[in-house]
């Protein structure tokens, strides 16, 4: 995987490319990425990157010219990379997306910054605008590395095998369980039996459980687009219970007619 960024602010990503994760694989050449600054594609003494907006108003837009001679320039070397321009108003991304860029052979991501980028360069010169969330960042700098760090620990070689990738929250469309390391107890909580038995399949089997209640209690939409095993559904029917159990309780406590009321909005 081939990353090239386009930004104004190179130095940002030093961070980036010297911890550890990225450091080792970019020296191993699992993964290679080129920083290319705007400024050095853009004309003139003063090399200008931006301009006011045509119809007014505040703030200013960067130029199409200097960003298009800087995807020429990258796509010398990277001729089929996608090219992601990462704005506000782009699709969001996600773990499903992380994994589809990291089949692709190189990404190519336009940070844009200011008020925006020329409308011209997401017309003509980009495969994807992609969004981080729905909230505005002072550039696209902070939302490319994220997909560079989200997409890298995906390329084989890039994690170390006790990192394993797949066992994370998303890769099979539920959240990761809970997770425990010493001390056994810690702040009077203690790691649970099971996971101290040495016992394979139960521990297997409660992290599975642990899966589908953090999903459920946490991203319930996640389930929309999984298909849960048979299995899957009888932990989910022995929550279902335990829950109905539960409110059949406080019902009869008289919580259900406090709520027929309303009175407990
Ligand atoms: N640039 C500014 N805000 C952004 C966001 N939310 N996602 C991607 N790029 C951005």
Known sequence: MHFSVLTLFPEMFDALFNHS?????????????????????????????????????????????????????????????????????????????????????????????????DERIALDHTDMEISIGNFVLTGGEPAAMIIMDAVSRLIPGVLGADDAAQLDSFSDGLLEHAQYTRPENFDDHHVPDILLSGHHQNISDWRRESSLVRTLLKHPDLFDSITLTSEDLLILRKWEKTIEKIIGNQSSCGAASLSSTGKNR
């Open 21 to 117: 994760i990225f450091k080792r694989a970019l020296a191993q050449n699992v993964i290679s990425a080129d920083i290319y600054n705007i400024r050095d594609f853009a004309i003139g003494k003063h090399h200008v990157t931006d301009d006011k907006p045509y119809g007014g108003g505040s703030g200013m837009v960067l130029k199409p010219d200097p960003i298009v001679g800087a995807i020429k320039f990258a796509k010398k070397w990277y001729p089929n990379a996608l090219t992601l321009l990462l704005t506000p108003q782009g699709k969001t991304f996600d773990q499903q997306m992380a994994r589809e860029f990291s089949q692709e052979n190189a990404l190519l991501l336009i940070c844009g910054r200011y008020e925006g980028v």
